[in-house]
């Protein structure tokens, strides 16, 4: 597809379950990112890849949240152990980078977690 | 570290009204600014993105503008459209290497027909 794609676009589990969220970059974008979408609290940065490497994993909550990457392209968050305050939208973006000029993130739709 | 905010939360507005978003940021060392929309149950999409040189863009009926030194960034819609009805979020990528976005909470805009 043309744009950013996330599965499942809505899950819901019980607290104490792994989850695992998913994102499909557009095709040719280097850079990807995940943020959460929280009631209250607004968009929040959670992790950046360029590439396979994430260099910027300063948003993650805890060492429940991991990420990776693969080929350049597939990425999945992964949260361990959900807790009710994981419930929230998260949302995976990706961008060109290194093209001399700025260029924006485009964003998917998001997955909407849900934890009982 | 840095904060966004936007003023007004929400705002009401009948059709064809020309209307001002605000959004103010405490860091001025900042790369660039993006504006983005949001509808109901949806990602965001890219409205305009202005860089830290740059003093506005323009598309469309949009008009973003940029202060640096006074930490401050507008969004102006002319002639309003029930269309134009959305959340419009603020975003800044500060400088030092950070590829990230800093939100604000955004405006949510509700155009009556």
């Known amino acids: 597809g043309a744009g950013v794609s996330q599965s499942p676009s809505n899950k819901v589990t019980e607290k104490g379950k792994d989850v695992e969220l998913r994102c499909d970059p557009i095709?040719?974008?280097?850079?990807l990112y995940w943020y959460r979408q929280s009631l209250g609290q607004g968009l929040e940065f959670l992790i950046y890849f360029q590439g396979n490497s994430a260099p910027d994993k300063s948003g993650l909550p805890s060492d429940r949240f991991s990420a990776e990457r693969t080929g350049g392209s597939v990425s999945t968050l992964t949260i361990q152990r959900t807790q009710q305050e994981d419930s929230a939208v998260y949302l995976c973006?990706?961008?060109?980078?290194?093209?001399?000029?700025?260029?924006?993130?485009?964003f998917g739709d998001g997955t909407r977690l849900s934890i009982l | 570290k840095q904060e966004v905010t936007q003023i007004p939360a929400a705002l009401s507005v009948p059709e064809g009204e020309n209307l001002v978003l605000n959004c103010s940021f405490t860091?001025?060392?900042?790369?660039?600014l993006q504006w983005f929309r949001q509808d109901p149950g949806k990602g965001l999409t890219s409205l305009l993105l202005i860089q830290s040189s740059q003093r506005e863009q323009t598309s469309g009926r949009l008009n973003a503008s940029l202060d640096k030194s006074s930490g401050r960034s507008t969004l102006y819609i002319a002639a309003s459209q029930p269309g134009d009805s959305a959340t419009y979020l603020c975003?800044?990528?500060?400088?030092?290497?950070?590829?990230?976005?800093?939100f604000g909470k955004g405006t949510k805009l509700t155009v009556n027909p």
């Open positions: 860091d001025s060392a900042i790369y660039n």
């Open positions: 975003a800044v990528r500060g400088r030092g290497g950070s590829e990230k976005l800093v």
């Open positions: 973006a990706s961008s060109l980078i290194g093209t001399g000029a700025d260029q924006p993130q485009h």
């Open positions: 095709s040719g974008h280097t850079a």
